[in-house]
């Protein structure tokens, strides 16, 4: 097995085919914890759409404010706000050669539209890894969820806690702890996520594309069965 922990140890396997790589899985199934390590492995950029949300919300646009309110109550913002807020970000120069999604698409609608978008870029294919984890521990490990203010390292105080409590290991910056991650609001999010997106497991099954990934071991072997995939897409 090659050091997963390489940056750009991977590279040549996907960008040079150019490659659309989307984790599918339920709130707190590891998405954003294993999209930092596979962008940085790959050499592409990691696009996390609840990440540009609350950009926007910290800015006050106008997109923000219509998507707040939504994302307190845990609800999906709709795929029309969505869809052009992707479409922006991906029409920049280092999305040419793909890209690594994290928490989209979340909707039929919404890969739909993707596959559009993959079609427009040219890009030679598309996996999804379906994180596969057991429903019980997904409020551990949102409710202990800590993130860098800075740099967006993502911590748990149960799992995989910082040296120092509250403050990141890597640059010392302040740990914080997401409004939506309070239990009433997990609810909302994990009921949402089964009536909208759990249908994209199927959707992507019936066309190929789906691997499925045990997300219930630690974040270290995940990482090496994703790279393991990764790395054997050129014969897909
Ligand atoms: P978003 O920000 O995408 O949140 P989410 O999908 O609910 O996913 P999370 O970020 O909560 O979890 P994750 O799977 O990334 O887990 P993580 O790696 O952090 O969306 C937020 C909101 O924005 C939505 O509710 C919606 O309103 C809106 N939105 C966003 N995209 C949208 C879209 N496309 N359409 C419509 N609306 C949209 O890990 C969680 C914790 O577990 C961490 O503490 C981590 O350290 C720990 N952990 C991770 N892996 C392991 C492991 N293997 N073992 C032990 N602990 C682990």
């Known amino acids: 097995?090659?050091?997963?922990?390489?940056?750009?140890?991977?590279a040549d396997v996907l960008r040079g085919q150019g490659c659309a790589v989307i984790l599918l899985g339920p709130p707190g199934a590891g998405k954003g914890t294993q999209a930092q390590r596979i962008a940085q492995r790959y050499l592409l950029p990691h696009?996390?759409?609840g990440d540009m949300f609350r950009d926007h919300i910290q800015r006050g646009t106008d997109l923000g404010r219509k998507a707040k309110p939504l994302m307190e109550r845990g609800e999906l913002v709709p795929d029309a706000i969505v869809l052009g807020m992707v479409e922006d970000r991906i029409s920049q120069p280092d999305c040419e050669r793909g890209f690594v999604f994290d928490g989209f698409p979340r909707t039929i609608q919404q890969?739909?539209?993707?596959?559009?978008?993959c079609k427009r870029h040219k890009l030679g294919f598309t996996i999804v890894l379906?994180?596969?984890v057991n429903p019980e521990l997904l409020v551990r490990r949102l409710t202990g969820r800590r993130i860098c203010k800075a740099s967006g390292h993502i911590y748990n105080v149960y799992e995989?806690?910082?040296?120092r409590e509250g403050f990141c290991d890597l640059d010392g910056s302040e740990l914080i702890h997401r409004a939506d991650d309070s239990e009433a609001v997990i609810g909302e999010r994990l009921?949402?996520?089964d009536r909208q997106t759990?249908?994209?497991v199927e959707y992507y099954k019936l066309r190929g594309l789906l691997s499925s990934v045990d997300a219930m071991a630690e974040a270290d072997t995940v990482t090496k069965s994703i790279v393991g995939i990764l790395d054997g897409a050129k014969a897909f």
């Open 191 to 193: 009921s949402a996520y």
């Open 47 to 49: 696009l996390s759409t």
């Open 1 to 10: 097995m090659a050091d997963v922990t390489a940056d750009g140890g991977g």
């Open 130 to 132: 379906y994180l596969v």
């Open 198 to 200: 759990q249908p994209l």
């Open 160 to 163: 995989r806690p910082p040296k």
């Open 111 to 117: 890969a739909d539209d993707l596959e559009g978008i």
